[in-house]
């Protein structure tokens, strides 16, 4: 089953913050999140190992909560180079080598 | 650049016929990852190939059929096409799991 994202879509103002959450319904043993720009090939962004461990990209960040199977995306001081499809990508601890994207979130920053 | 290679990069066919999208990881990648993208939609798993190999299948249709060869290329076949299987079908390549990188695409239209 896909993880859930919300919020589906968000429009933001440059300089303005946003949060993006990912949610499984499966034990994970990692997390990872990819920008999609329209007409593109989703990039990799960052990965997360460890339950609570936060990472940073530019002003990008995320944390990833294990027990809770959530992880979230933090945006920040958003730039129009931001707007793009956000997924989050998940590895089951099952093992079951499938990669599983989330439903996806879309970003717009507006000048 | 990602390093992926995929082609063709458009692909135009008329129901019932056969296709076959190729796919070109980056140097020392093992693993090779399916993925559908309908118009505006989220990136579905087909199948995960590792060295050869079938790892994992998603929801990948009868129709449908993949492989790895020897030198790590891979080849997605679609036959019988319908119309819904109008698509972009993206490859990616993995050097660690999770972290993947994608190709431009191969964008399928079925008339």
């Known amino acids: 089953q896909q993880p859930v994202q919300s919020p589906q879509a968000v429009i933001l103002r440059e300089g303005e913050d946003a949060v993006i959450n990912c949610s499984s319904s499966?034990?994970?043993?990692?997390v990872h999140w990819y920008r999609q720009k329209h007409g593109e090939a989703p990039v990799f962004l960052m990965i997360?190992?460890?339950?609570?461990e936060q990472k940073g990209h530019e002003k990008i960040s995320a944390s990833f909560n294990e027990k809770k199977q959530q992880s979230s995306l933090y945006l920040t001081a958003s730039q129009l180079s931001y707007s793009g499809t956000y997924f989050c990508?998940?590895?089951?601890?099952?093992?079951?080598?499938?990669?599983?994207f989330g439903t996806g979130t879309r970003l717009k920053v507006l000048a | 650049d990602s390093g992926v290679t995929q082609t063709p990069k458009h692909l135009i066919t008329a129901t019932g016929q056969r296709v076959t999208l190729r796919c070109s990881p980056r140097?020392?990648?093992?693993?090779v990852y399916w993925y559908q993208q309908s118009l505006d939609q989220g990136l579905q798993f087909l199948i995960h190939?590792?060295?050869?190999?079938?790892?994992a299948k998603g929801n990948i249709l009868e129709r449908f059929s993949a492989q790895q060869f020897p030198d790590l290329h891979s080849e997605l076949n679609l036959s019988s096409l319908e119309l819904g299987d109008s698509a972009l079908y993206f490859c990616?390549?993995?050097?660690?799991?999770?972290?993947?990188?994608f190709g431009e695409g191969s964008r399928l239209t079925v008339l």
């Open positions: 997360l190992l460890k339950g609570g």
């Open positions: 499966k034990a994970l043993y990692s």
């Open positions: 140097s020392g990648d093992l693993s």
């Open positions: 990616a390549s993995s050097p660690l799991p999770g972290e993947l990188f």
């Open positions: 990508g998940t590895e089951p601890v099952s093992g079951t080598y499938k990669y599983i």
């Open positions: 190939y590792y060295n050869g190999e079938e790892r």
